[in-house]
């Protein structure tokens, strides 16, 4: 008898990713090497082909956004990994896949930035590209993970999300998460729920790609289903040809945005803790939410009411929760790696409710819980 | 029932509001036409093909038929094309793109994706003009030809794409032209049945747009001035370089084999599995 795998790994972030991936059933991966994200491609490549799975180089982070949009549409769960240089690249044909409601995921292990920055630096900078990166409005579902376990389980929900809603998913961490190693375990692949998307059960003739439905998405056949239906990136009506016409824009448009909304309850994800009585919130996530806990357990000893929340879904962004937290905390302190983007968000949902605090770190390092804990007592 | 109506009735999309987009008179319909009967020569079923385009007047050419058909981003086709074929390698994957979308903005694709041989279709609609954003150059417009961007005329010089796409490595590479209808339905066809990345390039004329700067007269002018300056590959051979100066050269460039990419990957995975094996065993 074959012996059963063990299931407990000293893994890093961007395996975890991988690990995710396949157990979700990603079958087809496109990239170009970029640091911190490379291992996620030089995995794929030995791992996919070992299942029958495709891995590609390309030239580009625009031909490997586009090629896995191409690999989805032919029926493969696909996605590709880059960081800031090659975040930016992927954000044309990105916004392709929301217009056609392809699904897809995409992980982007954030350095600092802008411009070349620091390759082997972390950052949460990218925040705000992964919201508003490609042009026009469209809906934008990103996760962010911050230990290598959520790094494997957010990889497998981030394909379950982008399936269900045809909707490309991001996966946002920084260096950190994406480099560090923890010893993980992992459950075996028959007990993760996958999710794969609604195929067309109708005879073709009856097929309508973009019908609206009660929750806003439509079945997805593939090519060489027997479908034959048309693809654009221009605004379409619901048989998918290109339109000018405002009384099918609108609508179209509203669906895509109204499918995601009516989703809130699954996407949105987010931990509270020790929130119950804290009279001090602290609103992270990625590696710096890690400091952030252990702020909040030290603060926690010498008496302080403080808590966190942690957000594990970016966008759309988690508004009622923020809601919820500043009905007793009024004193918030936001730590990210940047000059201050979910902060942003944070003071847009607060409305001068409660205080908000800031800490923004862009040299490299990362925030340590003494620097939180100091602000907290600054605060208190 | 004539031939022409069969195949109006069997590939294009009844369903699609026409009229269609292209100017009266447009190369880019001839090269519809030849598309069809080209793909209707090879007797696949039109479950199986994927009609891919980019972004300009060409690039509309797919939401007419009825095929699996995707209208990607300007210069990006064969990147999707490049994921379809290697999730389904069943599926015949053609990909349409204009000038500027091929060689401008998809250059890099474009030259990538002849040297890594995946089998693929790509069909090069060159007038050597940006038509759709209104008569822009190119980079296939000839040195000192007028556009809406090189008013004092063009000073850079011209790509030959067919050439390029021999130098990337292309295993078969064609040109033809909207005038000799013919030669370009076998050219397409032959790329189509070419197992690896095979090259069409269309000389196409815009008459609208870079005719009416050049002063080149009608479409029909325009498809005479084909007809007049094609030699074949044959002729080309017994000519002086002197004498191919301002000449299409038309016909078969190359045709030749090598590795396909999804056969190689084929023996990628074997590879994998069997070193998988090993480390279990
Ligand atoms: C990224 C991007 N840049 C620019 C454009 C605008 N644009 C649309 S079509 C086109 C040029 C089309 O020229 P060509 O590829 O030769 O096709 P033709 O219209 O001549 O068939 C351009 C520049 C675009 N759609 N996307
Ligand atoms: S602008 Fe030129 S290429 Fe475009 S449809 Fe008109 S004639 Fe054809
Ligand atoms: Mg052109």
Request: one cysteine or more; aromatic letters at 8%; charged letters at 25%.
């Amino acid at each position: 008898m074959k012996k059963r795998r063990p299931r407990e790994f000293l893994m890093q972030g961007n395996e975890a990713v991988v690990e995710g991936a396949l157990v979700a059933g990603c079958r087809f991966f496109a990239g170009y090497p970029i640091t911190p994200a490379t291992e996620i491609a030089e995995i794929m490549s030995v791992k996919l082909p070992q299942v029958d799975g495709t891995f590609i180089q390309m030239e580009d982070e625009i031909a490997s956004m586009g090629a896995i949009i191409g690999a989805s549409l032919a029926g493969t769960k696909s996605m590709t990994a880059t960081s800031g240089p090659g975040f930016s690249l992927v954000q044309e044909n990105l916004g392709f896949a929301c217009m056609a409601e392809v699904p897809c995921v995409v992980g982007d292990v954030m350095r600092l930035g802008p411009s070349t920055g620091i390759p082997t630096y972390p950052s949460q900078g990218d925040v705000m590209q992964a919201r508003w990166g490609t042009h026009g409005d469209h809906p934008a579902i990103v996760l962010a993970p911050s230990t290598v376990r959520e790094c494997f389980d957010l990889s497998v929900k981030a394909f379950n999300l982008s399936e269900k809603y045809r909707t490309p998913v991001i996966l946002l961490f920084d260096e950190v998460v994406g480099h560090m190693r923890e010893k993980i375990t992992l459950p075996r692949p028959e007990e993760v729920e996958v999710i794969d998307r609604i195929r067309p059960t109708v005879p073709p003739e009856w097929y309508i790609p973009y019908e609206d439905t009660t929750q806003g998405v439509s079945p997805m056949a593939i090519f060489g289903d027997g479908y034959r239906f048309h693809v654009t990136g221009l605004a379409h009506d619901i048989r998918g040809f290109p339109t000018l016409r405002s009384d099918e824009i609108g609508p179209f448009m509203d669906r895509i945005h109204r499918k995601i909304t009516l989703g809130f309850p699954e996407i949105q994800m987010g931990e509270f803790f020790q929130l119950e009585d804290a009279d001090i919130a602290i609103i992270a996530y990625g590696s710096v939410a890690r400091s952030a806990r252990r702020a909040v357990i030290d603060a926690r000893e010498k008496g302080v009411k403080v808590g966190l929340l942690r957000l594990i879904t970016l966008w759309p962004f988690m508004r009622t929760a923020v809601e919820r937290v500043i009905q007793k905390a009024k004193m918030l302190i936001v730590p990210e790696m940047n000059m201050g983007q979910i902060s942003r968000e944070v003071k847009r949902v607060n409305e001068g409710k409660a205080k908000v605090n800031t800490i923004n770190r862009v040299d490299g390092l990362t925030i340590t819980p003494q620097q939180i804990l100091k602000r907290i007592r600054e605060v208190s | 029932m004539p031939e022409i109506t069969k195949l109006i009735y069997k590939y294009l999309r009844h369903d699609k509001k026409f009229p269609h987009v292209w100017c009266p008179g447009c190369g880019t319909g001839i090269i519809l036409g030849a598309l069809i009967r080209a793909i209707d020569r090879t007797g696949y079923e039109k479950d199986d093909i994927v009609l891919v385009s980019g972004i300009g007047c060409s690039g509309r050419i797919p939401v007419y038929v009825d095929f699996n058909t995707l209208h990607t981003t300007h210069g990006r086709a064969l990147t999707f094309a490049t994921g379809i074929k290697l999730a389904n390698s069943n599926l015949n994957v053609i990909v349409i793109m204009g000038d500027g979308d091929a060689i401008a903005i998809g250059g890099n694709h474009f030259i990538h994706a002849a040297r890594r041989n995946i089998d693929l279709t790509a069909i090069i609609v060159n007038n050597n003009v940006y038509g759709m954003t209104g008569g822009q150059y190119s980079p296939t417009t000839p040195y000192g030809m007028r556009a809406t961007t090189a008013v004092y005329s063009n000073i850079e010089q011209e790509f030959k794409i067919s050439e390029l796409a021999v130098t990337a490595g292309a295993v078969f590479v064609g040109r033809g032209t909207v005038y000799h209808a013919k030669l370009l339905d076998s050219l397409i066809e032959r790329a189509i049945l070419k197992k690896g990345f095979g090259v069409v390039e269309v000389i196409s004329h815009c008459h609208i747009q870079y005719g009416k700067q050049n002063l080149l007269g009608s479409a029909v002018d325009m498809m005479k001035w084909q007809r007049d300056n094609a030699v074949t590959v044959q002729e080309a051979k017994r000519m002086k370089s002197e004498e191919l100066e301002g000449r299409i050269i038309i016909g078969v460039l190359v045709d030749k084999d090598l590795p396909i990419y999804q056969d190689e990957y084929d023996k990628v995975r074997e590879r994998a599995k069997e070193g998988l094996s090993s480390l279990e065993g």
